[in-house]
């Protein structure tokens, strides 16, 4: 069989091919030369198969769009605390290249905007780091979301900073409040450089699953950040991430994203999907038009809203079955299914302190369960205990070892078994 998923890119791609508006970044003269017919999506999912469409194999600058990565790199090299001491987390409301601090702290507002990424840029790599030692982490780094080196377009580059005033007066301003401490013009071009590394709208589904898939690049399986920092950058990209239209964004698409001024977005949706999609003509908020279009239908279609309400919790509790054993003996059974979170957990603690089990012998069956955070499995070990002190036999029926090392607290350690020994009884 074809994938459908292809044929569905195209189509979208046919009908917002038709939408002209905006115009093409000026700013950076080499930008402008951009064929502005041009339109491509592609979407990774998390273990890196990707679908594309158009012209997803043509490159451009990357832009803004290796702000975040920058900002994942600085905060898994330099930790939050010192991170944050430097750049804050509020969404702007200006310009993305607007030369203001924020009052009070006179940090910048956030990384997403210039003043906040040339900060980030001089935090990538470890204190002390050369100029040349943090360049190539930065580039190295990005690169590791990408999961190929990406190289420079060094006419973007020389073009850029032959017209770099406006990131050249910011870069000052850092130094001058000791926001950053190297040489600004340095800064600004190291800055520049790493705008200009050149990506593929494929590269960019691939960047953003690795973000979905919890800072582990599916392709190559390199973990190139840890949870934590994902979660921070994505909840950055959510609140700044699309210049100073992210209510709009939000509403409409729904998936933490950042734009850039030669066309491109990248979308992610955490545990789901990495999106790139790539139109250079931009809005008025600097985000591309078509671009735009093209993941408000993705949006919709696929149901990616991050505020969609997921499945209801009670699902993972898929009730409970009394087996007979030899001796008259019974067991009451709780199956549990799918990825258990709070929620999921809350069912089965409710379930049982509302209803106790009446039987000796308790069973908590895993079987088809496939992964249980750290909340879930706490409430989950403490159900094992309280039943425990209640006079129950607790056995966890988990062959693939879902709940490692189920310890319980007062030393309590249930009997894990791979199969019930008595088969499936008739259930009463
Ligand atoms: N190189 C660009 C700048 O700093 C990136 C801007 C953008 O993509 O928003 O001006």
Partial sequence: MRSPIPEYLDEVLRTCAGDRAGAVADYVPEL???????????????DGTVYEAGDSRTSFTIQSISKPFTYALALADRGYEAVLAKIGVEPSGEAFNELSL?????????????????????????????????????????????????????????SEMETAHRNLAIAHMLRSYEVIEEDAPHVVEDYVRQCSLLVTTRDLALMAATLANGGVQPVTGEQVVSRDVVRQVLSVMTTCGMYDAAGDWVTTVGIPAK?????????????????????PRLDRHGNSVRGVRVCERLSA???????????????????????HGPASRTALVYELQGTIQFA??????????HTPPGHNEVAL??????????????????????????GHAVTLIDPDRVLSDPVAGDGIRPRV????????????
């Fill in 259 to 279: 734009s850039g001024v030669s066309g491109g977005i990248l979308g992610v949706l955490s545990g789901q999907v990495g999106i790139g999609v790539f139109s």
């Fill in 365 to 390: 069956d895993l079987t088809r369960v496939y992964s249980i955070n750290p909340v879930a499995r706490r409430m989950i070990l403490e159900t094992v205990r309280r039943l425990t002190h209640d």
């Fill in 32 to 46: 402008a030369a951009a064929d502005a017919e041009q339109l491509a999506v592609a979407v990774s999912a998390v």
């Fill in 344 to 353: 999921g957990a809350e069912r089965l603690v409710h379930g049982i302190a």
């Fill in 102 to 158: 924020e009052e009070g702290s006179a940090r910048p507002r956030n990384p997403m905007i210039n003043v906040g990424a040339l900060a980030a840029h001089t935090l990538a790599g470890p204190p002390g780091a050369s100029r040349a030692e943090r360049f190539e982490r930065v580039v190295s780094g990005i690169s590791a979301f990408a999961g190929r080196r990406l190289e420079i377009d060094e006419a973007v580059c020389r």
């Fill in 301 to 323: 279609d696929m149901g990616l809203h991050m505020m969609d309400a997921p499945a209801p919790a009670r699902s993972v509790l898929r009730g409970g079955r009394v087996l």
């Fill in 417 to 428: 078994v791979d199969t019930w020994e008595w088969g499936e009884a008739p259930a009463t």
